[in-house]
């Protein structure tokens, strides 16, 4: 009996884990009967109810049905409920996001110090949400969801990385805008409204396109992305110049410089976003692929 035992126990090890509902059942169908054939062996005291092979039987067919009522009834019902709970977290979460950086542009550009040290602490917000996403998500991954549900949910746990990266993002540049106010502006001075509002314009763009389920704006945010690429060199070009020729600014050009690094990071995270909505609508990968 004990080979028995090692036998049964080593072929369900071989048994590779499958996605497949109905191989799943089948699985767990197998192990109850191979459970309850053995039931004397496997434990010392069975209970009174059991005595019999006819009374193993019925508990086993007891235990099947049981086991599908409750496949379905968490297949048909919960998930849909838990569906639409993700939707509205990842909702919440990139509004907090687009308010994150459209408060630390702010205090930027207008070296207010109350909307840098609101960004801050917004981001602890964005943290915990990314934390609630994940948990939610992986709870859905476990009810085996349909092809559609799947896409969004694996986009889901993607998006909310990326905007949990905008939140940092915007963090540094509340930071990096605090520690300016400390000084003189420079002159003549930066222009950094030019990247600020066209980064804070595709992030809301990819946000929207993912509200609205629309991947041909998406694609056009990707190619945006380059334009954002090239306004980076740019100001890093000049801050270095600057810092060559005059010494005494060298401090606040390092900070436009993380600052402007900053925006061109916000910018690839909304291009990522982007990708994302294509991929959930159109169940196509364009990660790495050139779009003209």
Not at 113 to 124: F, G, I, N
Not at 149 to 174: C, H, P, Q, W, Y
């Amino acid at each position: 009996m004990k080979f028995r035992k090692l036998t049964i126990a080593t072929t369900f090890q071989k048994i590779p884990p499958s996605d497949d509902r109905i191989t799943g059942l089948l699985r767990r169908f197998f192990e109850k009967f191979v459970f309850l054939l053995l039931w004397r062996d496997q434990i010392s005291s069975p209970p009174s109810n059991v005595r019999g092979l006819r009374d193993r039987w019925l508990s086993l067919v007891h235990s099947v049905f049981s086991f599908v009522r409750k496949c379905n009834f968490r297949m048909n019902s919960t998930e849909p409920k838990h569906i639409d709970q993700l939707k509205r977290m990842l909702l919440r979460m990139a509004s907090n996001a687009e308010q994150c950086v459209q408060k630390a542009v702010h205090s930027l550009v207008n070296r207010d110090q109350t909307s840098a040290l609101s960004a801050k602490e917004q981001d602890s917000v964005i943290d915990q949400l990314e934390k609630d996403v994940d948990e939610l998500a992986m709870k859905l991954l476990a009810f085996g969801p349909a092809e559609d549900n799947l896409r969004f949910i694996s986009m889901a746990m993607k998006i909310s990385t990326e905007l949990e990266r905008v939140g940092d993002e915007a963090t540094t540049l509340s930071r990096r805008s605090l520690e300016l106010m400390k000084e003189e502006p420079l002159r003549p001075e930066v222009d950094i409204q030019h990247i600020a509002q066209m980064v804070v314009e595709m992030l809301k763009a990819a946000l929207d396109a993912f509200v609205y389920r629309r991947p041909d704006e998406a694609r056009q945010i990707i190619l945006k992305d380059k334009e954002v690429d090239r306004l980076n060199k740019s100001i890093y070009k000049a801050m270095t110049q600057r810092m060559i020729s005059d010494s005494g600014c060298v401090t606040r050009c390092l900070h436009y410089i993380t600052i402007s690094k900053s925006f061109e990071r916000i910018g690839d995270h909304a291009s990522n976003i982007a990708e994302e909505v294509v991929f959930l609508c159109e169940a196509r990968d364009i990660r790495h692929e050139h779009i003209t």
